[in-house]
């Protein structure tokens, strides 16, 4: 069993940033990839950004150029800097970790970008 623990959302200004973070716990485990997704009520959830384990990041076009994303293996954490927020931005942001022990969720953190 792999634990997803997630940190960082909010309420922020449009223009404005904030960093999510995502720890991932357990034992015998290894991440071969970790994505961000978020989610509004009602809708499907929908991919932000993923970093593979070989370093390969991948966009949503919606947040290309805004949004980075990182991770340190040494600590299986994953990151997502957004910066130049919009209300638009405005989601429950998932964690998400493909392991050798299955694909995990965290349980998401609320991210409202409003003035």
């Known amino acids: 069993q792999v634990q997803l623990v997630e940190s960082g959302g909010g309420l922020v200004q449009p223009g404005g940033s904030l960093r999510l973070s995502c720890a991932a716990s357990?034992?015998?485990?290894?991440?071969?990839?970790m994505a961000w997704y978020r989610q509004a009520p009602g809708k499907q959830r929908e991919l932000v950004a993923i970093?593979?384990?070989?370093?390969?990041?991948t966009y949503a076009d919606s947040v290309k150029g805004r949004f980075t994303i990182s991770r340190d293996n040494a600590k299986n954490t994953v990151y997502l800097q957004m910066n130049s927020l919009k209300p638009e931005d405005t989601f429950v942001y998932f964690c998400y970790a493909a392991t050798n022990r299955g694909n995990y969720w965290g349980q998401g953190t609320q991210v409202t970008v409003s003035s």
């Open positions: 357990g034992s015998d485990f290894r991440i071969y990839a």
């Open positions: 970093a593979a384990s070989g370093g390969t990041t």
